[in-house]
């Protein structure tokens, strides 16, 4: 059984993720209306990942007799002035992401709910990937510059870019 102050927060960090799904979804159709199909479904997996780390958590709490609390989502930005400038942001949005689940790892220590603490470790490696994912995407972007044709390279990589059922979800 959880206890209310876990319980708490990790429907907090429900809805931080689902804010992350929305954040990305919006990146996703600016690049669309832009004419980057690549970056565009880029940004649409981030999308589908951020929704499956949302529904790790809420298969965690139900799993341990806990109640799914979905709170509203507040609005994201809508409009980004380049791709860096989007790669930027999605590293800074995962950094506080990580300090979020760097929050929630001491919780579960302090509350001695070794469980939860055990379910977060996934969390805690996935956020050195996606940190690390922008930051190559960020130093790929100052590498091409301006230059039309790095741009239209990089685009079409992204759009081979496929979304793989995170572990915690495989076979659920
Ligand atoms: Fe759910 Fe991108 O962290």
């Not at 002035?81 to 942001?89: G, H, M, S, T, W």
Request: with cysteine.
């Amino acid at each position: 059984m959880l206890n209310n102050k876990i319980v708490d927060a990790l429907n907090a960090q429900i809805n931080a993720e689902l804010w992350s799904a929305y954040l990305y979804l919006s990146m996703a159709m600016q690049f669309e209306a832009d004419g980057h199909p690549g970056f565009a479904n880029w940004f649409k997996i981030q999308f589908k990942e951020e929704q499956a780390h949302a529904e790790i958590f809420m298969n965690y709490i139900n799993s341990r007799g806990g109640r799914v609390i979905l709170k509203p989502v507040d609005a994201v930005p809508s409009e980004w002035k380049c791709p860096l400038c989007a790669f930027q942001d999605t590293l800074a949005h995962e950094q506080k992401v990580t300090a979020l689940i760097n929050n929630l790892y001491a919780l579960a220590e302090a509350e001695h709910d070794y469980a939860t603490r055990g379910m977060l470790d996934w969390f805690v490696s996935e956020q050195v990937e996606e940190e690390e994912t922008a930051k190559n995407m960020i130093d790929r972007l100052k590498l091409i510059g301006d230059n039309g044709f790095g741009l239209y390279m990089l685009d079409q990589e992204l759009a081979a870019r496929v979304f793989n059922t995170p572990a915690p979800l495989a076979g659920k």
